[in-house]
C-alpha cells in the first residue's frame, strides 16, 4: 500500500513560483506512476502531471506545459511539482496520485488501482 503526503502549497502573486512535494511511502514504488491532479470549487478534477518511478516518461496536462515542470528523488521517495510563472487560473487544491498503471493512463484517467494524497491548496492572486 502506497501513502502519499503532498506540501508546499500556499498564497502567491501571479508570476511567482512554488515547488510542491509529494512524500510517498510504501512497497514496490518502482511499479506505480506517480501523478499531480488539482482541483478547484465547482470544477472538475485536471491532470497536471506525471512521471513513472524510472524517470523515462512525463506526461503535463496542456494548461501546465512550459511552465510546470515535475521530478522524482528515488533516494527520498518524493516527486516534486516545480510550477512557474503561476497565474490566477493555477489556483486549485493539488493532489498527488498514485497508481500501478501507465504514466499514459494516469494522465488520461484510466486508473488501476490509484491512491490519492491529502492535497496542499494552492492559491495565486492576481
Known amino acids: 500500500q502506497v501513502r502519499l503526503v503532498e506540501s508546499g502549497g500556499g498564497l502567491v502573486q501571479a508570476g511567482d513560483s512554488l515547488r510542491l512535494s509529494c512524500a510517498a511511502s510504501?512497497?514496490?514504488?518502482?511499479?506505480?506512476?506517480i501523478g499531480w491532479f488539482r482541483q478547484a470549487p465547482g470544477k472538475e478534477r485536471e491532470f497536471v502531471a506525471a512521471i513513472d518511478w524510472s524517470g523515462g516518461s512525463i506526461s503535463y496536462g496542456n494548461n501546465v506545459k512550459g511552465r510546470f515542470t515535475i521530478a522524482r528523488d528515488k533516494t527520498n521517495n518524493t516527486v516534486w511539482l516545480q510550477m512557474n510563472d503561476l497565474k490566477p487560473a493555477d489556483t486549485a487544491s493539488y493532489l498527488c496520485?498514485?497508481?500501478?498503471?501507465?504514466?499514459?493512463?494516469?494522465?488520461?484517467?484510466?486508473?488501476?488501482?490509484?491512491?490519492w494524497g491529502q492535497g496542499t491548496q494552492v492559491t495565486v492572486s492576481s
Open positions: 496520485a498514485a497508481d500501478r498503471g501507465s504514466v499514459p493512463g494516469l494522465a488520461y484517467g484510466n486508473f488501476e488501482s490509484v491512491r
Open positions: 510504501g512497497r514496490i514504488l518502482s511499479a506505480y506512476a
